[in-house]
């Protein structure tokens, strides 16, 4: 195993997109940005220097940061934001993991353009355990807004309204042809007969996206670092955080292919239909448009997010067996979604709110993970409701509690102890698919349904033998979804949804995880230079 040193300068830089400049942040001049590439058992060291004037933090999405929570980077839960001028060093472990995941900068919105892959080789000597790849490409789903992406935000929070949908999709920063504009797409030139080892990586803010190749099928092989039993589909599911890695074979006709993202929204609330386009290229086709037209899924496809769901498996083999906990210590409930509060301020007197368990998360301004360690008290409260406060039906009539409290609660967890949460999408306003991401954990996902989970009936068709194992699951609209996990990592690790929108509305609350009594069952002391408040 070795070390891998990289420098992360976060600057600000002028972008020209859907034939409009603006300023964005972003690493290294590069958008997306650069590539972590590392092998399994490496350590990794990122010197991020911060020369724009807003606070930054970068989070090294699905890492497991095993005791070492101080590199895990969500601003205000394991550290202070890096100021203008200052500078922090991550350091972490890569252990047990190996595929694609990604880093993206974790305050406000700032990863709309902080963003960017990681990549984690197997161990020397070690193959992939499917047929090896002539080639890889790193294929980034983005968002992209034509306004300042902080003008965007404040909609979401000082208004408390849904913010307005992005002016367009990108594929590795590029839109593809828009309406009024005849913008860049990205191309993916290949070799007839040749396979390719596609990394997807879906960095956008505010939606899951599906992603198609005209004429081609697809064979998963991994997702979120895990590998997965191979199946063969045409369209690829993938929630914002999520990682999805895919052997395509190069064995159509010779010609140019169209590739596509396309939104699923299964919300009312907005409608967004932009696609973003790109071409597959044959070697030795000439740069027309591509003749083969691919037909997207309706933004509301929930049957094929589904079958797409329903084929992931662990691969659980002989080298990389899925260790499932068969065993339960904590049973969490929680009910996640979106209602109302009472607002002076806002337009109708009240604003959108998002919750779990009607707790709407507040974030603190120290770090939860320092005043954890540390002792300090009044920075969070460790009664965070293990279940549902008011019982009711998830998905008929809207319960008549609907009220939140604001709250920087933490769900304490022994070391080692095992949890199983189910996730209940609530429909208090509209349903919402919500892909929900855990820090510090992969989990399994032993169970989904439609409506209530019942308690008594569902978890007997738990898969407790080789469910997919994911850092990111998206729960189902008027749905549930169940995860297993052990908590054998010390630390403060956030869990919210990825759709950035509905973090900032308060769908979010941490895991503090306690140090074990044995040896290596302690977090690590933290680093000299962690930022402070
Ligand atoms: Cu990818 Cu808490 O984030």
Redesign the pocket.
Known sequence: SGVRNYKFSVVRENTTTLCASKPIIVVNGKFPGPTLYAREDDTVIVRVVNHVKDNVTI?W?GVRQLRTGWSDG?AYITQCPIQTGQSYIYNFTLTGQRGTLLW?A?INWQRATVHGAIIILPKHGVPFPFPKPDKEEIIILGEWWKSDVEVVINQAMTLGQPPNVSDAHTINGLPGPAPNCSSQGYTLQVETGKTYLLRIVNAAVNEELFFKIAGHQLTIVEVDASYTKPFKTDTVFIGP?QTTNALLTADQKISNYLMAISPFMDTIVATDNQTATGTLRYKGMLAVSPTSLTVMPPQNATPITAKFMDSLRSLNSKEYPANVPQTVDHSLMFAIGVGVNPCATCVNGSRVIADINNVSFVMPTTAILQAHYYNISGVYTDDFPANPPNPYNYTGTPPTNIQTNNGTKVYRLAYNSTVQLVLQGTSIIAPESHPT?L?GFNFYVVGKGLGNYDPKNDPKNFNLVDPVERNTISVPTGGWTAIRFRADNPGVW?M?C?LEVHTTWGLKMAFLVENGKGPNQSILPPPNDLPKC
């Open positions: 989070h999405h969500p993206h974790h955080g991401h820090h956030f919210h990825h």
